[in-house]
DNA sequence: TGTAGTCTTTACCAATCGGTCAATTTTTTA
DNA sequence: TAAAAAATTGACCGATTGGTAAAGACTACA
């Protein structure tokens, strides 16, 4: 009896919901990278979606919802360059393409990045419970991390440091976009900036990480 | 005859104004460095000052006007540590103690880092004039850097992108402060995190960039 | 101490916010 | 094709938003 009228979760789902849900979170998405949560609106998302309000509504049951399946996505493929690690892998090789993976999601999804990065700019309200199954997989990595260093594969460095560093020097070409293409300015800017970096990246991991 | 009654921006400020717009500043600063712009709400801010809407509104004109300064300040001490970098000194020995700088003003001055990251996470729509001086800034820096290379003292990587990952690996402990914590756990977590990080930025960037 | 100027507050405004409702239109299905 | 189900809309709600008006309270200084 109750929730059989307002929304369409629970039943099977159709066609048209099928399709409006997904413009409605690929809307979301774009309103909510740029905004962070408290600083978009319904109308907003509604609008970018090409559709009204109530409609919109009618296929979510608040604006927390939306976020909410957002994030859920995102977590789910964010961490996935990290899980493929390989611990039977050469170190700095691993490490390596690690990097490149998280450089590449931060080129092809810079929108995930951002949402992400609003979300804990804000302390991470909403994601409490993800931030500790995050924690359980980098303590595992750690783990892989600090093997390596023991069979002098790599040099013994704090591996939470090495991985937040990781992070920090990949995302900051996503969140930060628009700070780096101002530096580079019209003329080095393009394409080929996550090359570059891709290239810098590398050197500086690679050279800085010999046992 | 226009700028009497509202705001007492021209003529000399009383003691009780420089008291309250430092107030409000310090208020508006834990309040934009959290939601933003647009996320936050002068009703907050005011509430954060201790005092009433309307009171606030005595002292600055509009919600953006206070924000304007915020920036404006922030800007003026955020790029010392860049302009510090001096020319005449030991390449990389300059490069570990402006990560340090940084590190420590991450540290020291998250809400502000914080502010700036909220800035350029929304297309930095009122700091693009600002983000020019950054550019030229970084301009001047990135010739130092590619004579310092020339002259062999430094590894011939992309200067751009070495500014780039400096800036990301620091800011990082400001910005992303609720993941770092939220990974090292109760147990890890303390103040000893920054110099943790400081001893392993140390050796990445002083080993990834020798010659 | 008086008063001009400064500061603070209450009451209020129009616009926007997240969200609901009832009625209508479109699509699916028997 | 007709009825049932699903989708869409305009009108609306109370709460909150940024900001104002005006009157009262406080302060500094003659």
Partial sequence: MPDEPAAPAKRKRTRIQREKE????????EVFALYGFRGSTIDQVAEQ????KPNLLYYFPNKEAIHRVLIDR??????DPLREMNPQGDPRSEIRSYIRRKLEMARDYPRESKLFANEILQGAPRIQEELQDLRMLVDEKVEVLRGWMREGKLARVDPYHLIFSIWAVTQHYADFDTQVRAVLGPRRDGPGRFE??????DRLFTEGLKP
């Fill in 22 to 29: 997904e413009i409605i979170l690929e809307a979301a998405l």
């Fill in 49 to 52: 979606a090409g559709m009204s």
């Fill in 196 to 201: 570059d970096a891709a290239r810098y990246l």
């Fill in 74 to 79: 995102l977590l789910d493929t964010w961490l």
